[in-house]
Protein backbone atom coordinates (compact mmCIF):
# COMPACT_ATOMS: atom_id res chain seq x y z
CA UNK A 1 0.00 0.00 0.00
CA UNK A 2 1.28 3.55 -1.02
CA UNK A 3 1.44 5.70 2.26
CA UNK A 4 0.78 9.56 2.18
CA UNK A 5 3.21 11.46 0.75
CA UNK A 6 4.94 14.49 2.12
CA UNK A 7 3.24 17.15 0.09
CA UNK A 8 -0.49 15.82 0.90
CA UNK A 9 -0.04 15.33 4.53
CA UNK A 10 1.25 18.94 4.06
CA UNK A 11 -2.26 20.14 2.63
CA UNK A 12 -4.15 18.31 5.04
CA UNK A 13 -1.99 19.91 7.80
CA UNK A 14 -2.88 23.45 5.97
CA UNK A 15 -6.61 22.84 5.84
CA UNK A 16 -6.74 21.96 9.13
CA UNK A 17 -5.03 24.87 10.56
CA UNK A 18 -6.94 26.89 8.13
CA UNK A 19 -10.53 25.27 9.41
CA UNK A 20 -9.73 25.79 13.18
CA UNK A 21 -8.92 29.29 12.08
CA UNK A 22 -12.14 30.06 10.48
CA UNK A 23 -13.87 28.61 13.46
CA UNK A 24 -12.14 31.18 15.49
CA UNK A 25 -12.61 34.01 13.82
CA UNK A 26 -16.66 32.96 13.33
CA UNK A 27 -16.28 32.39 17.15
CA UNK A 28 -14.87 36.19 17.74
CA UNK A 29 -17.50 37.54 15.33
CA UNK A 30 -20.63 35.98 17.16
CA UNK A 31 -18.79 36.91 20.28
CA UNK A 32 -19.06 40.56 19.38
CA UNK A 33 -22.45 40.65 17.67
CA UNK A 34 -23.39 38.97 21.39
CA UNK A 35 -22.04 41.47 23.56
CA UNK A 36 -23.25 44.61 21.38
CA UNK A 37 -26.41 43.10 20.92
CA UNK A 38 -29.31 45.16 22.99
CA UNK A 39 -28.71 42.09 25.91
CA UNK A 40 -26.07 43.99 26.91
CA UNK A 41 -27.78 47.72 26.81
CA UNK A 42 -27.57 49.34 30.37
CA UNK A 43 -31.28 49.24 31.50
CA UNK A 44 -30.53 50.04 35.18
CA UNK A 45 -28.39 52.30 37.47
CA UNK A 46 -27.90 51.44 40.89
CA UNK A 47 -26.49 53.84 43.30
CA UNK A 48 -25.76 52.90 46.60
CA UNK A 49 -27.00 54.95 49.88
CA UNK A 50 -25.84 58.63 49.74
CA UNK A 51 -26.75 61.38 52.50
CA UNK A 52 -25.40 64.53 50.36
CA UNK A 53 -26.18 63.93 46.94
CA UNK A 54 -29.59 62.13 45.39
CA UNK A 55 -29.06 59.54 43.05
CA UNK A 56 -29.99 61.17 39.97
CA UNK A 57 -27.50 63.57 41.13
CA UNK A 58 -24.56 61.11 41.65
CA UNK A 59 -25.44 59.79 37.94
CA UNK A 60 -25.51 63.16 36.35
CA UNK A 61 -22.18 63.67 37.35
CA UNK A 62 -21.09 60.46 36.59
CA UNK A 63 -22.19 60.35 33.28
CA UNK A 64 -24.23 57.36 33.03
CA UNK A 65 -26.44 56.49 31.04
CA UNK A 66 -29.52 53.82 29.92
CA UNK A 67 -29.24 52.29 26.56
CA UNK A 68 -25.74 52.75 26.46
CA UNK A 69 -23.47 49.09 26.08
CA UNK A 70 -22.30 48.20 29.35
CA UNK A 71 -19.19 46.85 27.97
CA UNK A 72 -18.09 49.24 24.86
CA UNK A 73 -19.85 52.73 25.81
CA UNK A 74 -19.86 52.85 29.54
CA UNK A 75 -15.73 53.97 30.72
CA UNK A 76 -15.51 52.47 34.73
CA UNK A 77 -12.92 54.58 34.91
CA UNK A 78 -13.87 58.17 33.26
CA UNK A 79 -17.23 58.41 35.23
CA UNK A 80 -15.16 57.60 38.41
CA UNK A 81 -12.85 60.24 37.43
CA UNK A 82 -15.86 62.83 36.57
CA UNK A 83 -17.56 62.12 40.42
CA UNK A 84 -13.80 62.76 41.79
CA UNK A 85 -13.94 65.99 40.52
CA UNK A 86 -16.71 67.10 43.25
CA UNK A 87 -15.02 68.05 46.48
CA UNK A 88 -17.58 65.99 48.44
CA UNK A 89 -16.45 62.86 46.92
CA UNK A 90 -13.84 61.40 48.23
CA UNK A 91 -13.39 57.93 46.22
CA UNK A 92 -15.80 56.46 44.16
CA UNK A 93 -16.47 53.05 42.21
CA UNK A 94 -18.43 52.09 39.74
CA UNK A 95 -18.97 48.15 38.39
CA UNK A 96 -20.84 46.39 36.06
CA UNK A 97 -23.71 44.03 36.82
CA UNK A 98 -24.56 41.59 33.63
CA UNK A 99 -26.27 41.82 31.60
CA UNK A 100 -27.39 45.37 31.85
CA UNK A 101 -27.15 46.99 35.26
CA UNK A 102 -24.17 49.29 36.01
CA UNK A 103 -23.68 50.30 40.25
CA UNK A 104 -22.18 53.12 41.12
CA UNK A 105 -20.94 54.01 44.96
CA UNK A 106 -19.73 57.03 46.34
CA UNK A 107 -17.50 57.80 49.82
CA UNK A 108 -18.68 60.97 50.71
CA UNK A 109 -16.80 63.96 52.43
CA UNK A 110 -18.92 65.02 55.66
CA UNK A 111 -19.23 68.74 56.42
CA UNK A 112 -17.44 69.63 59.85
CA UNK A 113 -17.10 73.19 60.34
CA UNK A 114 -17.77 76.30 58.71
CA UNK A 115 -15.10 78.96 58.62
CA UNK A 116 -16.21 83.16 58.08
CA UNK A 117 -14.04 84.90 55.09
CA UNK A 118 -14.61 87.68 54.22
CA UNK A 119 -17.69 88.08 53.42
CA UNK A 120 -18.43 84.22 52.63
CA UNK A 121 -18.39 81.40 54.51
CA UNK A 122 -15.90 78.14 53.75
CA UNK A 123 -17.15 74.70 54.30
CA UNK A 124 -14.71 72.26 55.39
CA UNK A 125 -14.65 68.42 56.61
CA UNK A 126 -13.11 66.48 59.25
CA UNK A 127 -9.34 66.44 57.19
CA UNK A 128 -9.33 70.67 56.63
CA UNK A 129 -10.46 70.09 53.11
CA UNK A 130 -12.86 72.58 51.59
CA UNK A 131 -15.84 71.46 50.11
CA UNK A 132 -17.65 74.87 49.25
CA UNK A 133 -17.72 78.30 49.44
CA UNK A 134 -21.03 80.26 50.69
CA UNK A 135 -22.68 83.41 51.06
CA UNK A 136 -25.12 82.07 53.57
CA UNK A 137 -23.91 80.70 56.93
CA UNK A 138 -24.77 76.34 57.56
CA UNK A 139 -25.67 75.71 60.66
CA UNK A 140 -22.09 73.95 61.51
CA UNK A 141 -19.15 74.63 64.37
CA UNK A 142 -17.92 78.16 63.32
CA UNK A 143 -14.77 78.46 63.65
CA UNK A 144 -12.76 81.81 64.04
CA UNK A 145 -9.19 83.25 64.37
CA UNK A 146 -7.45 81.85 61.11
CA UNK A 147 -5.54 83.77 58.90
CA UNK A 148 -7.07 81.90 55.60
CA UNK A 149 -3.90 81.73 53.16
CA UNK A 150 -5.46 79.75 50.14
CA UNK A 151 -9.01 78.39 49.52
CA UNK A 152 -9.44 75.84 46.57
CA UNK A 153 -13.02 73.51 46.66
CA UNK A 154 -11.35 69.79 46.58
CA UNK A 155 -8.03 71.25 48.26
CA UNK A 156 -6.98 71.26 51.93
CA UNK A 157 -8.02 74.90 53.82
CA UNK A 158 -3.91 76.59 53.68
CA UNK A 159 -4.22 78.84 56.86
CA UNK A 160 -0.91 80.62 58.64
CA UNK A 161 -2.62 78.92 62.07
CA UNK A 162 -2.08 75.36 60.93
CA UNK A 163 -1.21 73.37 63.39
CA UNK A 164 -4.06 75.19 66.13
CA UNK A 165 -6.45 74.18 62.90
CA UNK A 166 -5.30 70.43 62.75
CA UNK A 167 -6.04 70.23 66.96
CA UNK A 168 -9.53 72.24 66.53
CA UNK A 169 -10.37 69.41 63.95
CA UNK A 170 -9.75 66.67 65.70
CA UNK A 171 -11.58 68.35 68.44
CA UNK A 172 -14.80 68.40 65.97
CA UNK A 173 -13.83 64.40 64.78
CA UNK A 174 -14.41 63.90 68.85
CA UNK A 175 -17.43 65.15 69.12
CA UNK A 176 -18.94 63.40 66.78
CA UNK A 177 -18.87 60.53 68.95
CA UNK A 178 -20.06 62.25 71.96
CA UNK A 179 -23.29 64.65 73.27
CA UNK A 180 -21.70 67.81 73.45
CA UNK A 181 -21.91 70.46 70.34
CA UNK A 182 -20.11 73.63 70.13
CA UNK A 183 -21.62 76.69 67.95
CA UNK A 184 -18.70 78.69 67.99
CA UNK A 185 -14.71 77.50 68.66
CA UNK A 186 -12.61 80.85 68.64
CA UNK A 187 -8.83 79.94 68.41
CA UNK A 188 -7.38 83.16 68.28
CA UNK A 189 -5.42 82.72 71.30
CA UNK A 190 -3.47 79.92 72.10
CA UNK A 191 -6.17 79.04 74.88
CA UNK A 192 -9.28 78.73 72.72
CA UNK A 193 -12.63 79.17 73.54
CA UNK A 194 -15.33 76.71 72.12
CA UNK A 195 -19.28 78.17 72.89
CA UNK A 196 -21.82 75.85 73.75
CA UNK A 197 -24.13 78.53 74.08
CA UNK A 198 -24.15 81.91 73.30
CA UNK A 199 -23.18 82.60 76.94
CA UNK A 200 -21.37 79.11 77.94
CA UNK A 201 -17.96 78.71 76.98
CA UNK A 202 -15.56 76.41 77.46
CA UNK A 203 -11.64 77.29 77.29
CA UNK A 204 -8.65 75.70 77.34
CA UNK A 205 -5.37 74.26 75.35
CA UNK A 206 -7.56 72.17 72.25
CA UNK A 207 -5.17 68.55 73.66
CA UNK A 208 -6.88 69.62 77.24
CA UNK A 209 -10.27 69.64 75.69
CA UNK A 210 -9.68 67.26 73.49
CA UNK A 211 -8.69 64.88 76.31
CA UNK A 212 -11.42 65.94 78.56
CA UNK A 213 -13.77 65.05 75.71
CA UNK A 214 -12.42 61.54 74.71
CA UNK A 215 -12.33 61.02 78.75
CA UNK A 216 -16.00 61.76 79.57
CA UNK A 217 -15.24 65.19 81.88
CA UNK A 218 -16.52 67.37 79.85
CA UNK A 219 -19.70 65.81 79.06
CA UNK A 220 -20.45 64.87 82.71
CA UNK A 221 -20.00 68.60 83.46
CA UNK A 222 -21.98 69.97 80.89
CA UNK A 223 -24.59 67.31 81.59
CA UNK A 224 -24.79 68.87 85.03
CA UNK A 225 -24.79 72.28 83.97
CA UNK A 226 -28.08 71.27 81.67
CA UNK A 227 -29.77 69.49 84.51
CA UNK A 228 -29.67 72.93 86.32
CA UNK A 229 -30.95 75.21 83.71
CA UNK A 230 -27.25 77.16 83.84
CA UNK A 231 -26.51 78.26 80.16
CA UNK A 232 -24.30 81.47 81.48
CA UNK A 233 -20.67 80.73 82.21
CA UNK A 234 -17.35 79.78 81.95
CA UNK A 235 -15.77 75.63 81.73
CA UNK A 236 -12.29 75.84 82.14
CA UNK A 237 -10.21 72.85 81.41
CA UNK A 238 -6.85 72.18 82.59
CA UNK A 239 -4.35 69.36 82.41
CA UNK A 240 -4.84 66.06 84.51
CA UNK A 241 -8.28 65.92 83.70
CA UNK A 242 -9.87 68.74 85.47
CA UNK A 243 -12.59 71.09 84.53
CA UNK A 244 -14.00 73.50 86.71
CA UNK A 245 -17.14 76.04 86.10
CA UNK A 246 -17.09 79.85 86.91
CA UNK A 247 -21.01 81.59 86.36
CA UNK A 248 -18.88 84.80 85.36
CA UNK A 249 -18.39 85.33 81.88
Do not use: W
Not at 3 to 28: D, E, M, S, W
Not at 65 to 71: L, P, V
Not at 168 to 187: G, P, R
Amino acid sequence: MEGNTPRKRKKRRKKHYLLKFLIFVALCVGLYFLLTSELFDVHKIEVSESSYFTSSQIIEKAGAKKGRNIFFETDAAEMKEKLLRDPYIRDADISRKLPATLKISVDERTEAAVVPYSATFIVIDGDGMVLKKTNTQPQLPLVEGLTIRKMNPGKPLEVEENAVLTDTLKLLNALQESDITFKKIDISNVIIKAYIYEQLVCQGSPEDILANIKNGNLEAVLYDLYKNGIQRGVVTVSGNDYCSFSPNV
